[in-house]
């Protein structure tokens, strides 16, 4: 006859123990074991306090293989589980053979405290003049690093032709603040010029009028709420200082699904969040993972927003002329326009702001026939980014 379930069985030393108890038995040893292997694991972390040190160490043997003054910025995570940063920005200003041997120098430093520690690395990501990659300790994602190439600026006079005279006087004027008012985005579009939109996001007719600029030919920026100091209207949801990177993302793709076929980013008012250099390094590598570029309104002298989007690879550029409509008459944009084209004629590319003002549009209906007469090109504000 087979055994029952439950029955009791002479064991090896003459007791008498149940079938079932073997399970219990079974289940508790590997519970312990399972237990144990837990706290292992968990011995085995890395605490916040010793990834910030690691950090730390990593910014300092960085320092030490790059040529002096080159930008190094950590960040530490805020909360525990969250990924300490680094980013190094090498200046592409000497031949290849010398660019590679500084990356080779870097990496070998970076390389030595990553061993001490026991990080382990994973396969780096090459985009543009981007290389970033992940370490990692008892395979946990724990730091990331960015090594940035970034080209040494040109002048501002922009690009000369064989007889040294400037290529072709170019500007770009972008009107902000879209979103509200259809009649004045049928305004802007009845003038005919290569002008670009920026819309605000969750306004009446944000979509509509972004689906149209872009079916009849105009770029579109998305005009990005962001906290400001001065008394400005807010929007509902803008960026502020102290956001997580996890909220940045959430919101910038929010505004995104509300003002469709967006090729570039502007931000609307600003003047606390732009020289924020803690949003400034959450924001820009959103954008550039979306592709995305970015002008920088520049409504603060205090701001580091364009110098932060160089920093991670995003194209970008900032206005460099006041703004068309700070008093908005027509007699005075018409002769703030004025001088924005002798600018670009002058001294080089030209990025204008204005706003949908009928005093705007009216000076620009009547001004923007001579630019072509003095030779200046109005291109989109895309054809400005670097």
Excluded: W
């Excluded at 399972?34 to 040190?53: F, I, M, W």
């Excluded at 985009?127 to 990331?144: A, I, M, N, Q």
């Excluded at 105009?218 to 509902?236: D, G, I, K, R």
């Excluded at 550029?317 to 006041?322: D, H």
């Amino acid at each position: 006859m087979g055994r029952q379930p439950g029955s009791v069985q002479p064991n090896f030393y003459g007791c008498r123990i149940k079938i079932s108890d073997f399970a219990l038995l079974g289940i508790s040893f590997l519970l312990a074991v399972l237990s144990g292997g837990c706290k292992k694991r968990e011995e085995d972390r890395l605490t916040p306090a010793q990834v910030h040190q690691i950090t730390r160490d990593l910014a300092a043997a960085a320092s030490a293989a790059v040529p002096p003054g080159t930008p190094i910025k950590l960040r530490q995570g805020p909360q525990p589980g969250n990924n300490d940063y680094l980013r190094i920005v090498l200046k592409n200003d000497s031949t290849a053979d010398a660019q590679h041997a500084v990356v080779a120098k870097l990496m070998q430093s970076l390389n030595t405290v990553a061993t001490k520690n026991h990080l382990t690395q994973d396969p780096p990501t090459q985009t543009g003049d981007l290389l970033h990659f992940k370490l990692r300790h008892s395979g946990v994602p724990t730091l990331e690093i960015e090594i940035v190439t970034r080209a040494t600026p040109t002048s501002s006079a922009g690009a000369k032709n064989s007889g040294g005279k400037a290529a072709g006087a170019r500007l770009a004027i972008i009107i902000d603040d879209l979103g509200s008012d259809r009649a004045a985005a049928q305004a802007i579009f009845a003038l005919g010029y290569h002008l670009t939109i920026s819309v605000l996001p969750n306004h009446e007719h944000s979509m509509d009028i972004a689906k149209e600029a872009h079916r009849l030919g105009f770029q579109v920026m998305l005009h990005l709420p962001m906290q400001s100091v001065a008394n400005e209207t807010p929007e509902a949801q803008e960026l502020h200082p102290g956001m997580p990177a996890s909220e940045v993302a959430a919101l910038v793709d929010r505004f995104l699904q509300n003002v469709p076929d967006v090729a570039g980013v502007n931000n609307h008012q600003g003047s606390q969040a732009t020289a924020d250099a803690e949003l400034m390094d959450e924001l820009m590598p959103v954008l550039r993972d979306r592709h995305l570029f970015y002008v920088d309104s520049r409504t603060t002298a205090a701001t580091v927003a364009y110098d932060t989007a160089q920093d991670f690879g995003v194209r970008s550029a900032f206005r460099n002329v006041p703004f068309l409509d700070d008093v908005a008459e027509v007699a005075a944009v018409r002769k703030q326009l004025e001088l924005v084209l002798r600018a670009a004629r002058e001294k080089g590319p030209v990025v204008a702001i204005g706003h949908p003002h009928a005093s705007t549009l009216q000076a620009l209906g009547e001004v923007l026939p001579r630019a072509q007469e003095l030779g200046v090109h109005l291109v989109l504000a895309s054809e400005l980014v670097h």
